[in-house]
């Protein structure tokens, strides 16, 4: 069982995300293709603006995978359907560091003097890892829904009415200082998903045999 989830892994890595419309455009940006600007929609440019002005969007979604990579607490409740407590990163990080299967473990083909040193192994159970969630990669974002970590939000436009009318008493006093409602309109949430939608592209070609 082991082995086979190195397999996957290894695999995994092999993939890459393909060019997108946004890529193209980015692309025509930088060498001034004034033809290639102009193909790309209208909203998605407005979307843009959105995205890195007064949405902040930019602000945890940044970089070529479009995110940061951390845990932020987004105001989604923390109990499930059954009423049992969804603790996020900190019940994730326990239960990172009590398996036998981490970068420490028995099954491990790293050197563990390497090992030793990872940062995850020294870090702190903090109260703002109550209800916090790793901010995920927005490639291929049409092709991953249900959103959001626990799958509660069904499209893109959820995800962004969502952060539009963001209710910030599920926000901890002390967690996150960026977030507010960004209280969009209508067409402005229509932009930024077609900004989002621009972030996809064709499946990649995988082979089998190796070629």
């Not at 033809?35 to 070529?64: M, Q, T, V, W």
């Not at 981490?102 to 563990?112: H, V």
């Not at 940062?119 to 159970?125: C, G, L």
């Not at 903090?126 to 209800?131: A, N, R």
Request: net charge negative; proline share 4%.
């Amino acid at each position: 069982l082991v082995n086979i989830g190195k397999f996957l892994a290894a695999y995994q890595e092999t993939l890459v995300t393909p060019r997108t419309e946004f890529d193209a455009f980015r692309d025509a940006l930088e060498t001034g293709d004034d033809d290639g600007i102009n193909a790309y929609p209208e909203a998605a440019k407005r979307g843009l603006k959105l995205f890195a002005g007064r949405g902040n969007c930019s602000i945890c979604h940044f970089g070529p995978n479009f995110t940061n990579k951390e845990f932020h607490s987004v105001g989604l409740g923390h109990f499930t359907d059954n009423k049992r407590v969804d603790t996020g990163r900190y019940g994730g990080l326990k239960a990172f560091l009590d398996s036998r299967f981490n970068r420490l473990g028995p099954f491990s083909d790293e050197d563990q003097a390497i090992a030793a040193r990872a940062p995850t192994n020294f870090a702190a159970f903090t109260h703002t890892d109550w209800g916090a969630y790793r901010v995920p990669s927005l490639r291929n974002a049409t092709a991953t829904g249900p959103y959001m970590h626990n799958g509660s939000l069904e499209t893109l436009e959820d995800v962004v009415r969502h952060y539009s009318e963001l209710n910030l008493d599920r926000l901890h006093a002390d967690d996150e200082t960026l977030l507010k409602p960004l209280n969009l309109s209508e067409t402005e949430i229509s932009d930024l998903v077609a900004f989002l939608e621009t972030l996809s592209g064709a499946p990649a070609e995988v082979s089998l045999n190796g070629k």
